[in-house]
């Protein structure tokens, strides 16, 4: 079994910064991919940035150059630094890891809970 747990979300103003954080455990050889969603009310879930295992970043065009996504793999554990946020980057933002639990590779996405980020404006 592998638990992914993010935490990090709250109530900012606008333009504000908010950093959230997200930490896989449990049995599992490695970590792939880690990468942070977002589903705003009425609307289906999006991508919002991706890490690879190397280091390779990718992001939706909307949070260039305002999020950062870094991941630390001693500690299991990737980040996402939002700054300059915009009413529309409210979401639930949840966590994915794609991890490798045997030797045969086989790779399974894991989903955390959630974590409620509101900007106010």
């Known amino acids: 079994q592998v638990q992914v747990v993010e935490s990090g979300g709250g109530l900012v103003p606008a333009g504000g910064s908010l950093r959230l954080s997200c930490a896989a455990s449990?049995?599992?050889?490695?970590?792939?991919?880690m990468g942070w969603y977002r589903q705003a009310p009425g609307k289906q879930r999006e991508l919002v940035a991706v890490?690879?295992?190397?280091?390779?970043?990718n992001y939706k065009d909307s949070v260039k150059g305002r999020f950062t996504i870094s991941r630390d793999n001693a500690k299991n554990t990737v980040y996402l630094q939002m700054n300059s946020l915009k009413s529309e980057d409210t979401a639930v933002y949840y966590c994915?890891?794609?991890?490798?639990?045997?030797?045969?590779?086989?790779?399974?996405?894991?989903w955390g809970q959630g974590t409620q980020v509101t900007v106010s404006s």
């Open positions: 890490i690879t295992s190397g280091g390779i970043t």
């Open positions: 449990g049995i599992f050889f490695s970590i792939n991919s």
């Open positions: 994915s890891a794609d991890v490798t639990r045997g030797t045969n590779g086989n790779v399974f996405r894991y």
